[in-house]
């Protein structure tokens, strides 16, 4: 027996060893963002006063928990106003606010007394008022526990155009936010229309917008006509194959979430509600938290896998803008956009002296910079160019539009061009 026991215990070792051995400390693992995460949750209900609308705001908030109050081993914690829709509340959501706080966020869900756009705007923002207060508190369990830098807001339906309400014009929503089957609604309905052309092209945050296939509920896609004014450099759109607009509640009530099925013609699914959290999680983590691991989630091998299977279809807008080329005195410049978000930090620059034949390696790169200028070049040759920008981890987004120049001589024009004008002025 005690042979057997050692031999257990030896092979037991030698596992461990071995996985030490191929999963180094430090190696990136596969984590899935739509199960819990690593923190225990608890949550409070509080009442804020919006004073410019007289909303009396009853809201839940989520937040990692230990020995009762907030776990102070990952504070202060980014934090997310999540907004619910028309005739919902905030109990339709009480499983995304125990999921999100699980993975280290503090989420505050109020119930909105009123679904006036612009009084659930003000009452949204508010609400973030509220918990840079609560940060400030000294008596406050929050205090000192919110990472006011890093404000994120999610939102479904009504809520999700709350979500690209609130980005739009509030400064402090500028690293992530996460529409959900957004919802404009139409005049007739009496809770005012959203002037998204004039005011969309104004948002800066990441926006990771998640829909369902066009239907009655979501107004037949109607986020499809906002997303080109979006003036955010990162924007992605993924969309639940088959999916409803009830998809993305996750309540106390699981009865709520299919009768509103019902209601919009789509069957609600646990595990397309599930996939919803999932995206949400990692759009956040990325964006957010600017965790490098989460890129899979959202642009690698997690992501096309799920498309795939079917799962989603998704659509990305992260290319470098405004990039141009011009020749200079034996040099090409390069300028471009910075994009003024941590997640990007630095851009590859790819050179060819054939249009759209590039390496797979970069010909430069360069930091959180908007211009290069190349000298390694020879006069009267036209040299092409893409940019990527990367994160920390040497993660690449999608390619700009490709551009070129020719460089000039030494008299600053190339000597095709400036032998016949010296002629002519002779």
Request: proline content about 6%; overall charge negative; glycine content about 10%.
């Amino acid at each position: 027996m005690k042979k057997t026991l050692r031999r257990i215990v030896v092979m037991a070792g030698c596992i461990a060893l071995l996985i030490l051995v191929l999963c180094p400390m430090g190696a990136q693992m596969s984590v899935d963002p739509g199960q819990s995460g690593p923190y225990a949750v608890a949550h409070v209900t509080i009442t804020a006063t919006n004073p410019n609308t007289g909303s009396e705001l009853v809201t839940d908030i989520y937040y990692p928990s230990s020995s009762g109050g907030v776990d102070p081993s990952g504070a202060p914690y980014a934090t997310l106003v999540f907004a619910h829709g028309l005739q919902a509340s905030r109990i339709d959501h009480s499983g995304n606010g125990q999921h999100l706080a699980s993975w280290g966020y503090i989420v505050a869900i109020p119930d909105f007394p009123d679904d006036d756009i612009e009084v659930r705007a003000s009452d949204i923002q508010r609400l973030f008022s509220y918990l840079e207060a609560e940060n400030a508190n000294r008596g406050s369990l929050f205090f000192q526990k919110i990472d006011t830098g890093r404000f994120g807001m999610a939102g479904h339906s009504l809520g999700g155009l709350g979500t690209l309400m609130t980005s739009a014009r509030d400064a402090r929503i500028n690293l992530a936010a996460v529409p959900l089957d957004p919802v404009n609604p139409p005049d007739w309905l009496g809770n005012g229309t959203w002037d998204f052309e004039g005011e969309a092209p104004d948002i800066t945050a990441p926006i990771g917008l998640i829909g369902a296939p066009a239907h009655t509920c979501n107004w037949d896609a109607q986020y499809n006509e906002m997303i080109p004014y979006i003036g955010a450099t990162h924007v992605a759109k993924f969309v639940i194959v088959g999916g409803g607009h009830c998809d993305f509640l996750d309540g106390d009530d699981p009865l709520r979430a299919q009768v509103c099925g019902l209601l919009c013609g789509v069957q609600f699914s646990q595990e397309r509600s599930e996939l919803a959290e999932r995206y949400t999680t990692a759009w956040f983590n990325y964006y957010l938290r600017l965790d490098t691991d989460f890129y899979a989630q959202l642009y690698g091998d997690q992501a096309d896998q799920d498309i795939q299977a079917g799962r989603i279809t998704r659509y990305v807008r992260t290319a470098p803008r405004a990039v141009a080329a011009r020749g200079r005195v034996q040099a090409v410049g390069l300028t471009w956009t910075l994009y003024d978000h941590p997640i990007i930090a630095g851009y590859n620059i790819y050179r060819s002296q054939r249009s759209g034949n590039y390496p797979s390696i970069p010909y430069a790169q360069v930091g959180r910079v908007s211009s290069y200028v190349d000298t390694q070049v020879v006069p009267g040759r036209r040299y092409f160019y893409v940019l990527r920008s990367r994160d920390a981890a040497g993660n690449e987004h999608q390619p700009s539009d490709e551009v070129s120049a020719v460089p000039a001589g030494t008299y600053g024009l190339d000597h095709h061009v400036y032998l016949p004008l010296i002629l002519k002025s002779g």
